[in-house]
């Protein structure tokens, strides 16, 4: 299971951390990412890391802003997300592909969590 915290809102240029805990069998190996989705928009890529934390992806809209790191004795992945901008507001998810490598594709992902509204609003 997966399990989002963070989220808010937030003025614009600030910045915030998300939280995503995977709990219970977590000893398989498998790629995390993050996914976010706005308001009558289709859910789009945000950042991806491998089991190993050794590679890190980030999608064009958010890249130089946004950064995806894990602490594997936590169980945790974290999105840092700076100089949040107003178009950077939807609900992000967290998904974990078992046994596989990241990917770009939300079809690829086999556990999500709830999700957690983030608002960039002044």
């Known amino acids: 299971q997966l399990s989002e915290s963070g989220g808010g809102w937030m003025q614009p240029g600030a910045s915030a951390r998300l939280s995503c805990v995977a709990s219970?069998?977590?000893?398989?190996?498998?790629?995390t990412a993050w996914f976010r989705q706005a308001p009558g928009r289709e859910r789009e890529f945000v950042a991806a890391i491998r089991y190993s934390g050794r590679n890190k992806y980030h999608a064009d809209a958010v890249r130089g802003r946004f950064t995806i790191s894990k602490d594997s004795a936590r169980n945790t992945v974290y999105l840092h997300m700076n100089s949040l901008k107003p178009e950077d507001t939807a609900v992000y998810y967290c998904a974990a592909r078992i046994g596989g490598v990241e990917s770009y594709s939300s079809r690829d992902y086999d556990v999500w969590g709830p999700g957690t509204q983030v608002t960039v609003s002044a």
């Open positions: 219970g069998r977590t000893d398989s190996s498998y790629a």
